[in-house]
């Protein structure tokens, strides 16, 4: 292992990054915002300043990277990123070695597999051999340890928990199929959940004015205060949130009997709203030995989880 690495999370709107040291240590931490609408190659040149200003002064050699997309991690490949304008099979560490010396190494994993590694590695789930994290947010991320190992699948793809059909005729998902976790637990799934019930003009909920012209992301704060005030319509969407969480986590822990499921991502901060709901979902559905063995926990590490995932990554990655 190195001394130190530095471990990066690529965000659509963040480039977020951090000297990460043997032990976990964040030694230094810095963030740009990422410009990743504006193409793949204004977001190299953002990673490339970005390495170059955070290794200052240090020696570095090895960097980890997290990628919101499909990534063929043996190959240093983006095969797929829907958050970053104009990419597509796009050789991300042989662009980088050029730009930066062969001297480098670099490690690339999905993000919410490198969320996974973090909260693992350093976080909630740091006690434990198996795990799943599932990050609530735009869409729903999923990352799979076992055995103290990130399960990525025979092509990379492993762990797209979001993905998993929850109603075989429910709502759309981005993804092309009916009823996936994500279409029901993620803050997409909240907005759509408020324009459904919004159209319905007899309803009276607060939601009607406060959620008016806000972007996405904003929007399961919104529903989370007003469900904590006691409107009844916001209430139905963390019942329905807790539901589709409840039945997801029980086909996980009968599938894979894990010791722990890791919630984090922006929505998960309606915790008590959605979470109660999704245990007793879980149980009824799960095995009662498995489902008793699994604890469910918040993650610990917040914006940490993916640059700590990635570091931990990079530290393997080198002699
Ligand atoms: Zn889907």
């Known amino acids: 292992m190195a001394d130190k690495v530095i471990g990066i999370d690529i965000g659509g709107t963040n480039l977020r990054g951090a000297l990460v040291d043997r032990e976990g240590n964040i030694l230094k931490r810095m963030k740009i915002l990422s410009e990743a609408d504006q193409g793949i190659n204004k977001l190299i040149d953002n990673l490339a300043g970005f390495i170059k200003d955070i290794s200052e002064g240090e020696s570095v050699y090895d960097i980890g990277i997290g ?3 499909i990534i063929d991690s043996k190959e240093g490949i983006i095969t797929e990123a829907p958050n970053i304008l104009n990419v597509s099979d796009y050789p991300l560490r042989s662009v980088l070695d050029k730009k930066l010396g062969s001297d480098i190494n670099i490690v690339i994993e999905n993000d919410a597999n490198s969320a996974a590694l973090g909260e693992w590695w350093m976080g909630a789930a740091k006690e434990v051999n198996s795990m799943i994290m599932i990050t609530m947010g735009t869409g729903i991320g999923g990352g799979i340890i076992l055995d103290d190992k990130l399960w990525t699948g025979a092509s990379g793809m492993a762990g797209e928990i979001g993905h998993i059909t929850i109603y075989p005729d429910g709502a759309k998902c981005n993804c092309g199929n ?4 994500e279409s029901y637990a993620s803050a997409t799934a909240i907005r759509r959940m408020v324009h459904e019930g919004l159209e319905d003009e007899s309803l009276s909920t607060s939601l ?10 904003d929007i399961p704060l919104i529903v989370m205060e007003a469900a ?3 409107d009844e319509f916001s209430l139905s969407i963390w019942h329905q949130v807790g539901v589709a969480m409840g039945i997801g986590i029980a086909s996980l822990v009968n599938l894979l009997n894990i010791e722990m499921i890791v919630i984090g991502g ?8 959605f979470i109660d709901r999704a245990y007793s979902e879980a149980r009824k559905r799960a095995f009662r030995a498995p489902m008793e063995r699994a604890s469910i926990g918040r993650g610990s590490l917040k914006d940490d989880a993916g640059i700590l995932g990635a570091a931990y990554l990079a530290h393997q990655g080198c002699k």
């Open 266 to 273: 922006g929505v998960s901060n309606a915790w008590d709203l």
């Open 208 to 217: 009607r004015e406060s959620t008016k012209n806000v972007e996405i992301e």
């Open 67 to 69: 990628i919101p997309g």
């Open 228 to 230: 904590s005030s006691g």
């Open 178 to 181: 009916y009823g996936c976790l």
